[in-house]
Structure formats: C-alpha cells, structure tokens
C-alpha cells in the first residue's frame, strides 16, 4: 500500500503535469506508472528524478537494453519489487529473452555469493585491481 495517495491527472499541479506530459510524450505512451503519481506530490522532486532519469536512461555508451539490466540488478541488491517489475518490462520490451533475463539472474546470484564471502573474509584488494 502506498504511503500517499497516487495522484490522477486531475490532481495534478501545472509543474506536474508538465512533467508527465514530457514522460508521455518521451515515451511514447499515454501511461504514466505509479512511482510518478507518487512523486508529483513533491513537483519540484517529480522535475529533479525525471530529468536525471531521462538523462541517464537516454542514449550512451551503453545500449537501452544493457542500462534496464543494470537497473534490474540494482533493484534486486536493493530489495525493491517495484523497480524489478518495471524495468524488467522495460528490458523486455528493449529485447531482453527468457535466455537472457535467466543469465542475469545467474549473474546477480553469483555477485551475491561472492560479495558476501568476500565481505565476510574481509579479503585485501589485489594490487593488480587497484585504480
């Protein structure tokens, strides 16, 4: 249960509504997802956290697919289902496969693994990884 009400376009203050007119039109779409609706309480944040997004979602170095990866695997270490469900749609819909999402996930239980025995050992940085 969301701990405020999730606001409908008729809710919307004139600065929120700008910004989900710039998520509709960004995406392509006339959905606007519920984080949004949460966040346009706080216009001023609703600006901040989509501008940020926008910029580094967009186009990169890396490709849309391997970003909503990344974001997948940061959600899953930070324990948010949220942001799984959305960006693994969002991968999905960028080309991630079945064959893919089950390497990722391969990929994030490994790094848990291995993170955890590292830490637990307290094992010194190699010279050779050092920056």
């Given at each position: 249960m969301a701990t405020v009400p999730l606001l409908s376009d008729d809710d919307l203050d004139p600065r929120a509504k700008a910004v989900f007119d710039d998520i509709r039109a960004t995406r392509?779409?006339?959905?606007?997802?519920?984080?949004?609706?949460?966040?346009?309480?706080?216009?001023?944040?609703?600006?901040?956290?989509?501008?940020?997004?926008?910029?580094?979602?967009?186009?990169?170095?890396?490709d849309p697919l391997t970003k909503e990866m990344i974001y997948v695997a940061v959600s899953v270490a930070n324990g948010c289902s949220y942001c799984i469900h959305s960006h693994t749609a969002s991968?999905?819909?960028?080309?991630?496969?079945?064959?893919?999402?089950?390497?990722?996930?391969?990929?994030?239980?490994?790094?848990?693994?291995?993170?955890?025995?590292?830490?637990?050992l307290q094992v010194p940085v190699d010279e050779e990884f050092q920056a």
């Open positions: 392509g779409t006339d959905f606007v997802n519920n984080f949004w609706r949460a966040l346009a309480h706080q216009p001023e944040v609703l600006e901040a956290t989509w501008g940020r997004l926008k910029q580094v979602m967009g186009p990169g170095a890396l991968a999905r819909a960028k080309g991630m496969t079945a064959q893919m999402q089950g390497e990722l996930l391969a990929v994030i239980g490994m790094a848990h693994e291995t993170n955890g025995l590292v830490t637990a």
